[in-house]
């Protein structure tokens, strides 16, 4: 039996109440002290003090647990007050008391057009308004999200995905007379597809559906069909890791990666390995872990055959993870270097891998890095040229690289831009329901604030205010 938490004393101090607040993001995110501690690499002893109240945190540690439970600043925010010299008083009168479900007792606009299916044990992370006008992201349960949608939005949230998509269970798969390596090879093109348009939350179910489809089928397989089954086993994980990192589940994102890589040794594909090394260090930098990303994407550059697509995708992730070091020489200087393996690669058609990167791609990977940089109207015209020449399909794309045009043109200081662009993708946040769009625009929200009195931004805001959850 475990043991029982200690009593904590959030009304005693500041650090009392810090410590606290800490504790209760982690417990709703159903983490140990000694999980969260392998994940953020700090001393469980250190992290249980500050909980209780006994240590103060450093600004590292609070950082380290805002990012990794998805806090969605609020601790940062609390610790910065304390920090400034705020009292109790002023603490607890913008306190969310252990915010949870039951938050979500209004109309859920811009989560209401996702699948209810919970991508992980912890729920669907949804942006909430507070009392005292910051947004929040908290972790609703796939119960506490029917309730808070109600039954005629739920049946709604999936009517209107196309037949195509809805690729047959196993029985049928194997009963139907098509080859089901030709069959899963197509249904993952089809379910690429409807992720772009219509958003992870619809797909991820299916994704997991022919995952569960391809281990069944390899029991009764041997030699090319057995290992054509791996590699498409290798495939459909990374596809689900990509799905969860777009909603913001790192967790559930890291579990399929784990498993994509692991199937990839299996394959016997070497380069389907080095493509998943390579997708490790992006979701690294999406999580905000430049150490991690920079390693891993180097250790897949490595790894990748001399001049190779495969070298330029592992670079140009490593260069955003020298941003997130605030290495600004290091990171211009891999992405002229991912640049120049594109320029002079290798020719492999018969390569499916990495595809997709060409210079258009590498661009706003590196608007996205200055961004990161502070310099943000090269940022915001970075982003500008990677949107007009992104094929019509890349809907949910197109609605990240506004979110991110907007959140540059506020840190340049050109507010009507900046909410005239960020309503484009308040739009395709809304149809998708992806957790990269929603929590720029949960930043863009908070930079807008002292240009309340702009038309576009009181638009904007209003806007944004209607398509969130609001604390009740």
Same mark, same amino acid.
């Given at each position: 039996?475990?043991?029982?938490?200690? @009593?904590?004393?959030?009304?005693?101090?500041?650090?009392?109440?810090?410590?606290?607040?800490m504790?209760?993001? /982690?417990s709703?995110?159903?983490?140990?002290?000694?999980?969260?501690s392998?994940?953020?690499?700090?001393?469980?002893?250190?992290?249980?003090?500050?909980?209780?109240?006994?240590?103060?945190?450093?600004?590292?540690?609070?950082?380290?647990?805002?990012r990794?439970?998805?806090?969605?600043?609020?601790?940062?925010?609390?610790?910065?007050?304390i920090?400034?010299?705020?009292?109790l @008083?002023? +603490?607890?009168?913008?306190?969310?008391?252990n915010?949870?479900t039951?938050v979500?007792?209004?109309?859920?606009?811009?989560?209401?057009?996702?699948?209810?299916?919970?991508?992980?044990?912890e729920?669907?992370?949804?942006?909430?308004?507070?009392?005292?006008g910051?947004?929040?992201?908290?972790?609703?349960?796939? /119960?506490?999200?029917?309730?808070?949608?109600?039954?005629?939005?739920?049946?709604a949230?999936?009517?209107?995905?196309?037949?195509a998509?809805?690729?047959?269970?196993?029985p049928?798969?194997?009963?139907?007379?098509?080859?089901?390596?030709?069959?899963?090879?197509?249904?993952?093109?089809?379910?690429?597809d409807?992720?772009? +348009?219509?958003?992870?939350?619809?797909?991820?179910?299916?994704v997991?559906?022919?995952?569960a489809a391809i281990?069944?089928?390899?029991?009764?397989?041997?030699?090319?069909?057995?290992?054509?089954?791996?590699?498409?086993?290798?495939?459909?994980?990374?596809?689900?890791?990509?799905l969860?990192?777009?909603?913001?589940?790192?967790?559930?994102?890291?579990?399929?990666?784990?498993?994509?890589?692991?199937?990839?040794?299996?394959s016997?594909?070497?380069e389907l390995?080095?493509?998943?090394?390579?997708?490790?260090?992006?979701?690294?930098?999406?999580?905000?872990?430049p150490?991690?990303?920079?390693?891993?994407?180097?250790?897949a550059?490595?790894l990748?055959?001399?001049?190779?697509?495969?070298?330029?995708?592992?670079?140009?992730?490593?260069?955003?993870?020298?941003?997130?070091?605030?290495?600004?020489?290091?990171?211009?200087?891999?992405?002229?270097?991912?640049?120049?393996?594109?320029?002079?690669?290798?020719?492999?058609?018969?390569?499916?891998?990495?595809?997709?990167? @060409?210079?258009?791609?590498?661009?706003?990977?590196?608007?996205?890095?200055?961004?990161?940089?502070?310099?943000?109207r090269?940022?915001?015209?970075?982003?500008?040229?990677?949107?007009?020449?992104?094929?019509p399909?890349?809907?949910?794309d197109?609605?990240?690289?506004?979110? /991110?045009?907007?959140?540059?043109?506020?840190?340049?200081?050109?507010?009507?831009?900046?909410?005239?662009?960020?309503?484009?993708?308040?739009?395709?946040?809304?149809?998708?329901?992806?957790?990269?769009?929603t929590?720029?625009?949960?930043?863009?929200?908070?930079d807008?604030?002292?240009?309340?009195a702009?038309?576009?931004?009181?638009?904007?805001?209003?806007?944004?205010?209607?398509?969130?959850?609001?604390?009740?």
């Open positions: 039996m475990g043991q029982r938490p200690n @009593d904590l004393t959030p009304h005693a101090s500041p650090q009392h109440y810090l410590g606290a607040e504790r209760s993001w /982690r709703q995110r159903g983490l140990s002290l000694g999980k969260l392998k994940l953020i690499r700090f001393n469980t002893s250190y992290m249980a003090r500050v909980e209780r109240g006994g240590q103060a945190a450093s600004v590292e540690l609070v950082k380290a647990y805002d990794e439970l998805q806090a969605g600043d609020s601790l940062n925010r609390i610790q910065r007050s920090l400034e010299g705020a009292s @008083d002023v +603490l607890l009168r913008g306190h969310v008391a915010p949870g039951h979500a007792k209004e109309p859920v606009a811009l989560v209401a057009r996702a699948a209810l299916e919970a991508p992980s044990a729920g669907i992370s949804v942006p909430v308004r507070t009392d005292d910051r947004i929040i992201f908290v972790s609703l349960s796939r /119960r506490a999200m029917i309730g808070a949608l109600g039954a005629g939005a739920a049946l949230a999936t009517s209107d995905l196309p037949a998509a809805c690729a047959p269970r196993q049928n798969l194997l009963l139907s007379g098509a080859d089901p390596i030709e069959h899963l090879r197509e249904t993952r093109r089809v379910l690429i409807n992720d772009n +348009l219509f958003g992870p939350h619809r797909v991820i179910p299916l997991q559906q022919q995952i281990k069944a089928l390899r029991a009764d397989r041997r030699g090319t069909d057995r290992r054509q089954l791996i590699q498409l086993q290798t495939q459909y994980s990374e596809l689900c890791g990509w969860y990192q777009d909603i913001g589940d790192f967790r559930a994102a890291q579990h399929w990666m784990h498993e994509a890589l692991e199937a990839s040794h299996m016997g594909d070497p390995t080095v493509y998943v090394l390579a997708r490790r260090g992006q979701l690294a930098g999406d999580m905000r872990d150490i991690e990303a920079v390693d891993v994407a180097e250790a550059e490595d990748a055959a001399p001049r190779s697509r495969l070298a330029a995708v592992a670079a140009t992730y490593a260069a955003h993870g020298h941003a997130l070091r605030n290495d600004a020489a290091a990171c211009q200087q891999a992405y002229d270097h991912a640049r120049d393996l594109l320029g002079t690669m290798d020719s492999d058609p018969a390569s499916p891998w990495g595809v997709w990167l @060409d210079a258009p791609y590498i661009e706003v990977q590196r608007a996205h890095s200055l961004a990161i940089l502070g310099d943000h090269a940022a915001a015209e970075g982003f500008r040229s990677a949107i007009v020449r992104l094929p399909g890349y809907h949910r197109r609605g990240v690289y506004l979110a /991110r045009e907007a959140v540059a043109h506020a840190g340049a200081g050109e507010a009507e831009q900046a909410a005239t662009v960020g309503a484009q993708a308040l739009s395709i946040g809304i149809e998708t329901g992806s957790a990269r769009i929590q720029e625009l949960a930043r863009l929200d908070g807008l604030d002292k240009w309340r702009v038309p576009a931004v009181a638009d904007f805001k209003s806007a944004m205010d209607d398509a969130l959850i609001h604390q009740s």
